[in-house]
């Protein structure tokens, strides 16, 4: 059974810092690209970052690009989001999620849409 | 990358259908076929849906269905139940800077 679960959110002040982690488990994480996508309280999905299966390739949306950094450790089966420069409107719960691949000849086909998220971890910017 | 157009909230009775839109550009929905869509329950993770505009997910009714004409993109729901009450969300591969871009959500109300 694949299981994401998110942890290191918390309350942190404008200008602060905060690392996120996502544990994975059921599936063979190296395999696949993962991605952080977030939602402010009452508000909708974000897409924020994504990495690919050997983390050689990284991905930023315009509004956290040279701020955050997406990390993965294939051999802990773990994805990290590292928030700097925190904002007010950083503030959402985030989640990690799996890039939905199709296995064709052993090899993982993209599908372009994410088939397993966690339950999220609620990062709040305030003073 | 400004986020796709969906309508706010739509509405319909038990076994009826609807439809939600959901509206890019040529830079995302126009240019690929791969629109995917979540459902999302109050304090729940979003759940795919569709993946590649029309293609459904193991496990997931079909009752859902999408298509894609020009920059907009529909995901239908027919027979509608009240569990099929939720938010719903589509989104759109955007290239390989951007790559994802969300819509703006709907909420689906079962009258």
């Known amino acids: 059974e694949v299981q994401l679960v998110e942890s290191g959110g918390g309350l942190v002040q404008p200008g602060g810092s905060l690392r996120l982690s996502c544990a994975a488990s059921?599936?063979?994480?190296?395999?696949?690209?993962m991605s952080w996508v977030r939602q402010a309280p009452g508000k909708g999905l974000e897409w924020v970052s994504a990495?690919?299966?050997?983390?050689?390739?990284?991905y930023y949306a315009d509004s956290v690009k040279g701020r955050f950094t997406i990390s993965r450790d294939n051999s802990k089966n773990t994805l990290y989001l590292q928030m700097n420069s925190l904002r007010a409107e950083d503030t959402a719960v985030y989640y990690c999620?799996?890039?939905?691949?199709?296995?064709?000849?052993?090899?993982?086909?993209?599908?372009?849409?994410?088939?397993?998220w966690g339950q999220g971890t609620l990062v709040t910017v305030s003073s | 990358q400004s986020a796709l157009t969906q309508p706010a909230s739509v509405s319909g009775s038990p076994g009826q259908s609807i439809t939600i839109s959901c509206t890019g550009t040529?830079?995302?929905?126009?240019?690929?076929?791969?629109v995917s869509w979540y459902q999302q329950h109050p304090g729940k993770a979003p759940k795919l849906m569709i993946y590649e505009g029309s293609k459904r997910p193991s496990g997931v009714s079909n009752r859902f269905s999408g298509s894609k004409s020009g920059n907009t993109a529909s995901l239908t729901i027919s027979g509608l139940q009240a569990e099929d009450e939720a938010d719903y969300y589509c989104?759109?591969?955007?290239?390989?800077?951007?790559?994802?871009?969300f819509g703006t959500g709907t909420k689906v109300t079962v009258l």
């Open positions: 999620a799996k890039d939905f691949g199709v296995t064709i000849f052993g090899v993982v086909i993209p599908q372009y849409s994410f088939d397993y």
């Open positions: 990495i690919s299966g050997s983390g050689g390739s990284t």
């Open positions: 989104c759109s591969y955007a290239g390989s800077s951007t790559l994802y871009v």
């Open positions: 040529s830079s995302d929905v126009g240019s690929y076929n791969l």
């Open positions: 059921g599936f063979t994480f190296s395999s696949y690209a």
